[in-house]
Structure formats: structure tokens, C-alpha cells
């Protein structure tokens, strides 16, 4: 089982449209989570950290269960410029440790 | 801040030619360089951790007498394929962190690398 599972897309949706990502990680004693951000042919950007509470940044939702060891991403009226490849990463613990990246879920937000 | 200048951004090289990329940590200690690999359609794949002034520890199924990591100081870290095969072309990544850094990891902007 990989370490870090993700939908595999892609995801073709009109302007305007809200999506949701899913992802769930294998390592029980994962501390870290993010959902970050890849263009073509770029470096992967970091969108949110995602914590247990749930956290909001403007469009962006992200949610955390531990128990269920799943973490989700819901984007609300998309624009074009949302259009990526959206990456679900782990850590397993602070410090200096490597991030375990998911294989990514294509989006296009299609005017 | 925390800014990773990585190059070559990208780079075409003969078969059996050795290439070198560097990531340079601009205005912060690098303690700690991770090494990615990221095949078309595929997630970034772990390659290697190295520590300043250590040997790096490779994942499974890297070469180390491939792939030549050398992190002698806190700001610049190098990746050398060496004897390269048109298998090892791929995005080449790497990912600095250390201390004062927010959220511990900073990418360099990656270097696609093109063995004919």
C-alpha cells in the first residue's frame, strides 16, 4: 500500500464549480500535513498545512481525521487559475524528515 | 525568505555524460537537503537526505554511486548523475529545511533533466 493515496483524477470542472480532493496516508504516526500545489513543469508550492480543527483559507477548506487517517481539500468557485495539479503530502514527524508526497490529482477548471 | 536558487533549470545531455545540479540555500542554513525524482505523472519520489557535512543515506533502489550527493556547507547542496542513461531522465528536485525556517521546507524550482 503506498504511503500516500489520492484520488486519481484528472478533474475537468467549469468555472465556478467546487471540488473536493481526497487523500488518505498509511503511516498511523504521521504528524504533518499539507496539501500543496504543482504547475507543469514547476516546483510544488505549498497551498495549506491542514489541521485537525479544519482550517480555511479564503476557497480553500481543508479537513484532518486522524482516525480515519484522511485528509480532504474542497476548493469553492473555482477559477481558471486554480487549474494544477494538487498534491497531498505527509510528514511523519517534525524536524528534519523527508515530506512523503501523494501521485497528485489533476484539476482543470474549464471556462 | 528561505529561498532555494536551484540549476541548471534544465539541461540535455549525451548518454553516458555525468551532470551536475546544485541547490544553493540564499538566505538560510540548509542543515538538512532532500533530493526528489519526479517521473511524468508520478509523485515526487524521495531520492536521498542529506545532512551538512554527512554522507547522504539513499532510499531504496537509488544508486549512490550514481547519484553523488555532496552537502559540504550549509548553503549549497549538489546532485552529480553520473554516466547518465536516457532512464534517468526526469525533474530533479531538491528541498531544503532548516532551523528559523516556517514550515520547514523550501523547494528549489527543480531541473529537467533530458539524456539522449
Known amino acids: 500500500r503506498k504511503e500516500v493515496e489520492q484520488d486519481p483524477g484528472p478533474f475537468n470542472v467549469p468555472e465556478g464549480a467546487t471540488v473536493a480532493f481526497n487523500c488518505t496516508y498509511s503511516?498511523?504516526?504521521?504528524?504533518?500535513f499539507f496539501w500543496y500545489r504543482q504547475d507543469c513543469r514547476k516546483e510544488p508550492k505549498l497551498l495549506m498545512s491542514?489541521?485537525?480543527s479544519g482550517n480555511e483559507d479564503g476557497r480553500f477548506t481543508a479537513q484532518l481525521n486522524r482516525a480515519s487517517q484522511y485528509i480532504s481539500l474542497l476548493i469553492r468557485d473555482s477559477k481558471l487559475s486554480d487549474s494544477a495539479t494538487y498534491l497531498c503530502?505527509?510528514?511523519?514527524?517534525?524536524?528534519?524528515?523527508?515530506?512523503?508526497f501523494g501521485k497528485g490529482t489533476r484539476l482543470s477548471v474549464i471556462a | 525568505g528561505a529561498v532555494v536558487s536551484q540549476h541548471p533549470s534544465w539541461v540535455i545531455c549525451k548518454s553516458g555524460t555525468s551532470v551536475k545540479i546544485e541547490c544553493r540555500s540564499l538566505d538560510f542554513q540548509a542543515t538538512t537537503m532532500f533530493w526528489y525524482r519526479q517521473f511524468p505523472k508520478q509523485s515526487l519520489m524521495l531520492m536521498a537526505t542529506s545532512n551538512e557535512g554527512s554522507k547522504a543515506t539513499y532510499e531504496q533502489g537509488v544508486e549512490k554511486d550514481k547519484f553523488l550527493i555532496n552537502h559540504a556547507s550549509l548553503t549549497l547542496s549538489t546532485l552529480t548523475v553520473t554516466s547518465a542513461h536516457p532512464e534517468d531522465s526526469s525533474f530533479y528536485i531538491c528541498s531544503a529545511t532548516g532551523p528559523l525556517i516556517p514550515y520547514g521546507y523550501t523547494f528549489g524550482s527543480g531541473t529537467r533533466l533530458t539524456v539522449v
Open positions: 503511516n498511523s504516526a504521521s504528524q504533518s
Open positions: 503530502v505527509v510528514n511523519k514527524r517534525s524536524g528534519n524528515t523527508p515530506l512523503v
Open positions: 491542514v489541521y485537525s
